[in-house]
């Protein structure tokens, strides 16, 4: 897997809808949403006395599922130190996923014992880790966590970010436009793309408030995100079209992958376009943006 900066592998994350493992009609339901990836949720949605319970209807959503068709999945689990971390570790392994979201995670160390424990488990092949970035000392140690993407079988694709929990812990202020949040949002894009990872914006808790989720994920969108995560299928068209590729941006992207493909700039490391200078590193963002485009396109003949 080539893991260089800005070419990780291209994968549709616009929308990231969580769903509680506890409530059975919204595991039901979720099988129905147009969001391009579903997180079964055993942490803060489930209250403790409910983690039995809500794992045992899981693994039972797992055993319907149709897994031919769009939708990536991902649990969250509790995290290990707990009582339930271990239990909802076993419980994935009747599930098998495509990947396993870590709550919590504050050091490299809480990224590499659950992918030892997972090689140990034989699931060499098994699930993919994500981490929520939420906690502080997460966020003094991003570097260091987003290189496990690159060792220990290099599993780790993507980071989460949990503002609500980094807010509760931090006491930084939660108010439109996110003024003193944006320069930690930025710290997790920075370091995710350092280590080729894949990026999540946090939720916005407001599900009623189209407009502010608009703004909220447009925002998102022109820090760098790959998508935001969700927590009500009302959400869900928004995100995707904050996240997508518009005509437009379609229309200039086949432009520069056209200019360079033009007999009279072969050769060139530099043309121009419609008065602009044009490099070859904009020939390459222009074919992830029809890679991506392309994604969304197959993504809407599964649906
Ligand atoms: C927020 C909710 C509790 C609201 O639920 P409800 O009042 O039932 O909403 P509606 O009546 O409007 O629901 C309409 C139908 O949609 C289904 N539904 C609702 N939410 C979901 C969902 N998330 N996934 C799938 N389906 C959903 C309802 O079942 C209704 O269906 P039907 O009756 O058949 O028509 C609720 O939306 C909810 O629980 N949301 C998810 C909460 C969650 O997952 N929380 C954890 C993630 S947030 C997080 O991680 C924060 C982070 O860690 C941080 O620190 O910031
Ligand atoms: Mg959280």
Known sequence: MNRTPHHHPLALRRSVLSVPAINTRALAKSATLDCDTIIFDLEDSVLPEKKAEAR?????????????????????INPLDGPDGALDLEAVLDCMPDALLLSKVSAPQDV???ADWLSEAGADEGP???????TAAGLLNLAEIAETGR?????????VVGLNDLRKETGIADIPGRPFLVPL????????RASGLDVIDAV???????????????????MGFDGKMLIHPAQIAIANEAFGVTEAEAAEALAIVAAFDAPENA???????????VEKLHAEQAGRVLAKADLINERKKKA
């Not at 993919?128 to 939420?134: D, F, K, N, S």
């Not at 050769?267 to 200078?277: D, I, Q, S, Y």
């Open 112 to 114: 590499l014992t659950v």
């Open 128 to 134: 993919r880790l994500w981490a929520m970035v939420e």
């Open 204 to 222: 916005f808790n407001d599900f009623s408030d189209t407009d502010g989720l608009e703004a909220e994920s447009r925002q998102g969108r022109q």
């Open 56 to 76: 045992a209807a899981l693994v039972a959503h797992f055993q319907g599922l149709d897994r031919s068709g769009a939708h990536e999945y991902v649990i969250r």
């Open 151 to 159: 060792t220990h079988g290099g599993r780790l694709d993507c980071f």
């Open 267 to 277: 050769g060139k490391a530099v043309v121009e376009l419609a008065g602009r200078m």
């Open 185 to 192: 949002l930025l710290q997790v894009v920075v370091a995710a």
